[in-house]
């Protein structure tokens, strides 16, 4: 089973549409949790840390799992420049990150 | 200042070349790592430095040769290279491997090809 699992899509959505996706991990012990954004040959960004108690930056919306070891993000009113690989990342406190394949999306006008 | 700077953008090498890639940060992070990203992947670990040491390799082939002369540089040499190692290279930059909730910084990669 990999470390951290994400729906690779792709995902075609029109703008103004909400769309969400939502990631696994393996390791119980799991520190810490985010989403990166990458966009085509470009470095991945980070979007937003991933919180327990859930947390919103404008029209991103992160929620942590611990129970059922799952992430997830929303984004509503989806904009052309939201398309992109949005990666789910796994701090495993063992000094590393483990990236998830990454969710493709594109946002149709 | 909250880049990461990566040098050279784009690298063409032969596979008897040696050519080393730089990577420099000035935000006192405490942590660099390098990674690897093929086409349609994700990034990939090599290397992890903590306050300029060696902390993890990833079992990572010994044509590649890290480096950290001090806390704002990571260099990554290069040997012998095959084909296959034809990649984008990340380095990354974090506050200190002990602060779990700090995400990563990434620089803008070098993208490497051998031939």
């Known amino acids: 089973r990999k470390e951290v699992e994400q729906d690779p899509g792709p995902f075609n959505v029109p703008e103004g549409a909400t769309v969400a996706f939502n990631c696994t991990y393996s390791?119980?012990?799991?520190?810490?949790f985010f989403w990166y954004r990458q966009d085509c040959r470009k470095e991945p960004k980070l979007l937003m840390s991933?919180?327990?108690s859930g947390n919103e930056d404008g029209r991103f919306t992160a929620q942590l799992n611990r129970a059922s070891q799952y992430i997830s993000l929303l984004i509503r009113d989806s904009k052309l420049s939201d398309s992109a690989t949005y990666l789910c990342?796994?701090?495993?406190?063992?000094?590393?990150?483990?990236f998830g394949q990454g969710t493709r999306l594109t946002i149709n006008p | 200042d909250t880049e990461v700077t990566q040098t050279p953008k784009h690298l063409v090498m032969g596979m008897t070349n040696k050519k080393s890639l730089k990577c420099e940060q000035h935000?006192?992070?405490?942590?660099m790592y390098w990674y690897k990203q093929k086409a349609k992947k994700p990034p990939e670990l090599m290397f992890v430095?903590?306050?300029?040491?060696?902390?993890i390799n990833e079992s990572v082939p010994s044509r590649f040769s890290p480096e950290c002369p001090n806390s704002s540089l990571l260099n990554l040499h290069l040997h012998a290279l095959q084909p296959e190692d034809s990649a984008l290279y990340l380095c990354?930059?974090?506050?200190?491997?002990?602060?779990?909730?700090?995400?990563?910084?990434f620089g803008s990669g070098t993208r490497l090809t051998v031939v």
């Open positions: 990354a930059s974090s506050q200190a491997i002990d602060r779990a909730s700090d995400g990563y910084t």
């Open positions: 390791n119980s012990a799991s520190q810490s």
């Open positions: 991933v919180y327990s």
């Open positions: 990342v796994v701090n495993l406190g063992a000094q590393k990150l483990v």
């Open positions: 935000m006192g992070h405490r942590a």
């Open positions: 430095y903590s306050y300029e040491k060696l902390s």
